[in-house]
């Protein structure tokens, strides 16, 4: 029996789209679900919108789905409960009829042979209801068990929760294969491989870190299709005692009595921005982003350098496409021609929008695989200086204490091919632990280590501050800050150096910056 | 040698096969334990208290595969202890101008081998060059000290002493493919053992360009050196090899995975064994052919015994590197080229690469470049810049026609005008035609041009701002090979 929370939302949602069509106007309803398996509260229409554009795109365009609840091997049929969703639009549930489940007959399950599977459950669904299923949806006994588990105090739950938990429950599903969705999604597959190369880490804690990174923000999104405004609301703070609080919230402009039919971008952002009172608003294209996301799950896992490449450069022709594909208000000073002009009398161009993006991510990818080859094994390390600052660092075990996370990354033949992350008490066992020392007993384990790779978490947070978040009121800063940080081993460390690094070491700021920009901006201004 | 040994060494070659094993595991550590398994097992080779020398290949401060892999080397410095070896030595000559040292700093080499028990040698004595207080008399006595000359069909080299000195030698060869001889064979990874300047070819030899006597005269040289001293053990490494473009990585580049390695006591054996699982006609390559001509004992691929994997079944067609320069097919380049020795071909073919990999957007920027090389290539269309490089082609192409260029005097268009106007005849004079020396000329100087001085003059003619790729790669490249220990290297290398 699922959770009846979920069930009641679940059914909940249901009726709205079977009478949506028969709604006035069902832009202005102010009805309120939660996203499924989330604590996240949205507007019924929204929700149906969310539906309509993401099903189809991401886990299957056709209509009619059918839904095999599983029981233990051993019995003579597993089918415990059908469930079959037909749905007039591909994505859009409405109606679930609870079929006898003697109609289909399942011994054992055969991840391999799923076809022979779906073919089966189709004939016995079109001879029953006259009706095709596109895709069938199994789940074992123990994903019912794990979801109840899951959703019991899900709507009590902060974000943060919310995303360690989903996160986890995702992961098991995959791992311990609980859910078969066939024909196999592009997203599960990603997931799928993409645990594999993960190995033994754990996506709550990678989740941990990368929320660790992130520095505090206030920002909201204001999402763009022709016929749906979404906007986003995303916020990060940090208590005293720096513990993380997130918020998002799904908004449509009728909720904010905002009429977007402007068509002046920049006004309609600064109009959110009043309302919400967000520091940042976004504006970006619905088609771009999930174009994007499309892309970064078709990605093949492990992860070949011509396709991170081919993203990359997707990526940074995002980034420079800024008042074209995407805006921003208030405008970053980066942007200002008289600024740009001035400094470029001093022999400095920065002109975000002719980024290179084509010719940036081969520099990245030639230098990699000229240092440290087509198959390495690299150590990264993230440390955490402000843990001394507050004094919950004791001297002896200094670099011990600071470190954060140790990951291990192989490559093999030009492709990411696996993750480790590594025991702390694995690498530091004297004292003054040497970078020469971690190196060694690393490489006792896993093989020769190409090189040994230190961030410091301040370090990423200012690099995702000021080139992410465009936070900053000098257009000069935060080249300076993060080059200077670059050149602190407080910050920052590679070992062996190599010889780039060596030369951001001794070279001026300066001078780096003048050798770096015409690599990263074209010179033509066409 | 009496006539009792010669008859010994003649019956037991008759009647012993050469043998070679192609093993193959899931790692290149499995295959070469199994391989050396299956050829008897390490202590076949290597005896207690031997001192034993691993020439691996090292050319560039790089990743793998530009140089050996450094799991295969630990494995067998392993195996070497646990067979009682009393030394384990490990070295060899990088690229010309390039001191060990720099490398082993920036891959960390001497430490790592240290802690398997190895020792890496410099042989180029680059350890006591950053000695400050050093001077050129006791450079002369380290150098005398740490080479032997050694004269073999009426050449000399200079020999690592400790090379000759040891008991085991042991070529451990990653094999990638190589512009000139197709892949990197176990014969040009035993060449390294010389100093680089003495495996240049002199300058009389590259006279003669249409029967490539650059090249005969390389790998006469090639042989010459395996003559010194034959390795006990050789390994062909070709679990992973570069392929496309190599032997270094190059855009072009691509890694193919085997799982294979090529194992025997006789290096062209082995390169026999390594061309076949390439599906390569050993006819094809000249290194084995010059050898059938000279006393070395060549084996018939039929006489050699082939153990482990079957070679029918293994068979691995690869990508080897273009012939031609104009297959490179670098951006804003049309190459011309006359008859090339294979030393400009070799460099030219590694400046292209380089080019095409390293300086994207400069080459985005410098658009219509005409590539001259050879003697007596072909005359290029009208370009924006025109490449002489070599000797060759500079000496060859002073009477084309792109050396000069025309310039038509312009028009008086106010006096034309003026006599439209007045309705006056108009005049006869034909607009003056003024030839210049074209100036929009590189030249790439040398027989053939050295890599770094190429790039150099490269900067040096469109300007830092017209190369930014070039330009940062040149400061970077000053680190490691300009110097005081290059300095200090150019002397050692003179003395």
């Not at chain 1, 919108?49 to 795109?57: G, I």
């Not at chain 1, 690099?463 to 978040?469: A, C, D, L, T």
């Not at chain 2, 690869?318 to 012939?323: Q, R």
């Not at chain 2, 000329?441 to 040398?446: Q, R, T």
């Amino acid at each position: 029996m699922i959770n009846k929370n979920f069930k009641d939302n679940w059914l909940k949602i249901l009726r709205f789209n079977t009478n949506r069509e028969i709604l006035e106007d069902p832009e202005n309803v102010k009805e309120y679900f939660r996203i499924p398996l989330t604590p996240i509260s949205i507007n019924a229409n929204l929700l149906y919108q969310f539906f309509e554009l993401l099903y189809p795109k991401f886990i299957n365009d056709q209509q009619h789905i059918l839904d095999i609840i599983l029981m233990d091997d051993d019995k003579k049929n597993m089918v415990q409960n059908l469930y079959l969703y037909e749905t007039r639009k591909a994505g859009i549930h409405e109606t679930v009829k609870s079929l006898p489940p003697n109609i289909i007959k399942i011994k054992s399950l055969e991840p391999e042979n799923l076809d022979e599977l779906f073919d089966k459950a189709q004939k016995a669904i079109i001879k029953e209801f006259n009706i095709q299923i596109s895709s069938i949806r199994l789940f074992r006994k123990e994903t019912i068990e794990l979801v109840n588990n899951y959703c019991e105090r899900i709507e009590e739950i902060s974000v943060y929760e919310f995303l360690e938990h989903f996160l986890d429950l995702i992961q098991k599903l995959i791992n311990q294969d609980l859910v078969y969705i066939y024909p196999e999604p592009i997203i599960i597959k990603f997931l799928r491989s993409s645990l594999v190369l993960l190995d033994k880490i754990q996506l709550q804690n990678l989740f941990k870190i990368i929320e660790e990174i992130i520095p505090e923000f206030d920002l909201s999104l204001l999402i763009n299709a022709s016929d749906v405004k979404i906007i986003i609301h995303l916020q990060k703070q940090l208590s005293k005692f720096k513990k993380s609080h997130l918020a998002i919230r799904f908004l449509t402009p009728p909720e904010l009595n905002l009429n977007l039919n402007n068509l002046d971008i920049k006004e309609n952002l600064n109009l959110i921005r009043r309302i919400l009172k967000t520091e940042k608003v976004y504006y970006v294209n619905q088609n771009d982003i999930i174009s994007f996301i499309s892309d970064f799950f078709e990605l093949a896992v492990p992860l070949k350098k011509e396709n991170l490449l081919f993203l990359l450069q997707r990526a940074l022709f995002g980034f420079r496409s800024f008042e074209n594909h995407w805006d921003m208000v208030p405008r970053p000073k980066i942007y200002n021609t008289l600024i740009r002009f001035i400094i470029r009398l001093f022999g400095f161009n920065i002109n975000l929008k002719k980024l290179s993006h084509w010719s940036i991510p081969y520099i990245i990818f030639n230098f990699i695989d000229f240092h440290f080859g087509l198959n390495s094994k690299i150590l990264f390390i993230i440390t955490d200086q402000e843990k001394s600052k507050i004094g919950r660092v004791s001297r002896n075990n200094i670099f011990k204490n600071l470190c954060n996370h140790i990951f291990l990354l192989k490559f093999e033949e030009s492709s990411l091919k696996k993750i480790y992350t590594i025991n702390k008490d694995e690498l530091f066992s004297d004292k003054y632990e040497l970078l020469y020392s971690i190196k060694e007993k690393v490489t006792k384990k896993y093989g020769y280590i190409s090189a040994v790779i230190i961030f410091d978490k301040f370090l990423l947070q200012n690099i995702i501050k000021y080139f992410f978040f465009s936070d900053s009121k000098f257009l000069f800063y935060p080249w300076f800050k993060i080059l200077k940080m670059f050149k602190n081993e407080k910050f920052f460390r590679i070992y062996p150096e190599f010889p780039f690094y060596k030369l951001i070491k001794k070279k001026r700021t300066i001078t780096i910056l003048k050798l770096l920009l015409p690599l990263l901006i074209d010179k033509h201004e066409f | 040698m009496n006539c009792e040994t010669t008859f010994f060494m003649f019956t037991h070659s008759k009647s012993k096969k050469t043998e070679v094993v192609i093993s193959k595991g899931n790692t290149p550590k499995e295959s070469l334990l199994k391989g050396i398994e299956q050829l008897g097992g390490i202590s076949k080779f290597i005896s207690n208290d031997d001192n034993v020398f691993i020439k691996f290949n090292l050319n560039l401060p790089a990743g793998f595969p530009t140089n050996t892999n450094f799991d295969v080397l630990e494995a067998l410095i392993i195996s070497c202890k646990e067979a009682g070896a009393n030394n384990i030595y490990l070295g060899s000559f990088p690229l010309r101008g390039i001191p060990l040292k720099i490398i082993s700093d920036l891959l960390n080499m001497k430490n790592y081998f240290e802690t398997l028990g190895g020792e890496l040698i410099f042989l180029d004595n680059s350890d006591t060059l950053e000695n400050k207080n050093i001077n050129q008399d006791q450079l002369k006595k380290i150098k005398s000290e740490s080479l032997s000359l050694l004269q073999i069909n009426e050449n000399e080299f200079f020999v690592p002493t400790i090379i000759l000195n040891s008991n085991k030698f042991i070529s451990v060869n990653q094999i990638n493919v190589n512009p000139l001889f197709k892949l990197n064979l176990s014969l040009l990874n035993i060449y390294s053992i010389i100093p680089p300047r003495h495996q240049v070819i002199g300058k009389n030899a590259k006279e003669n360009i249409s029967n490539d006597q650059y090249k005969k005269n390389l790998i006469s040289n090639i042989l010459d050196v395996y003559e010194i001293k034959q390795p006990h053990l050789v390994i062909n490494d070709l679990f992973y090899i570069l392929e496309g473009a190599g032997p270094y990585i190059y855009k072009d580049s691509k890694i193919k995975r085997t799982n294979l390695m090529i194992i025997g006591d006789n290096a062209i054996a082995v390169d026999k064994v390594t061309l076949n699982t390439l599906n390569i006609e050993i006819e094809s390559s000249e290194l084995i052919s010059q050898a059938n001509n000279r006393n070395i004992d060549v084996p018939k691929l039929s006489n050699i015994k082939i153990l482990g994997e079957k070679l029918e079944d293994i068979k691995t067609p690869i990508e080897l590197c273009v012939s031609e320069l104009e297959d490179i097919k670098t951006r804003s380049f049309s190459i011309h080229s006359g008859n090339i020795c294979s030393g400009c071909f070799k460099q030219a073919y590694h400046l292209l690469n380089f080019m095409k990999t390293y300086m994207e957007k400069d080459l985005k920027y410098n658009i219509d470049n005409a590539f001259l090389i050879g003697e007596n290539p072909p005359e290029p269309n009208k370009a924006n810049n025109y490449f002489l490089f070599g000797d060759c082609a500079i000496k060859n192409t002073k009477n084309y026609k792109f050396r000069k260029i025309i310039i038509k005097s312009k028009k008086d268009l106010i006096q034309e005008a003026k006599k439209k106007i007045l309705k006056e005849s108009k005049s006869k004079k034909k607009p003056k035609i003024k030839e210049k020396q074209n100036k929009k000329i590189l030249e790439l100087p040398g027989c053939p041009p050295n890599f770094f001085n190429c790039l150099e003059l490269i900067i040096k003619y469109f300007g830092k701002k017209n190369v930014p790729n070039l330009n940062l790669l040149t400061h970077i490249n000053r680190l490691w090979i300009a110097g005081d220990l290059n300095n200090k290297l150019k002397i050692w290398e003179e003395l």
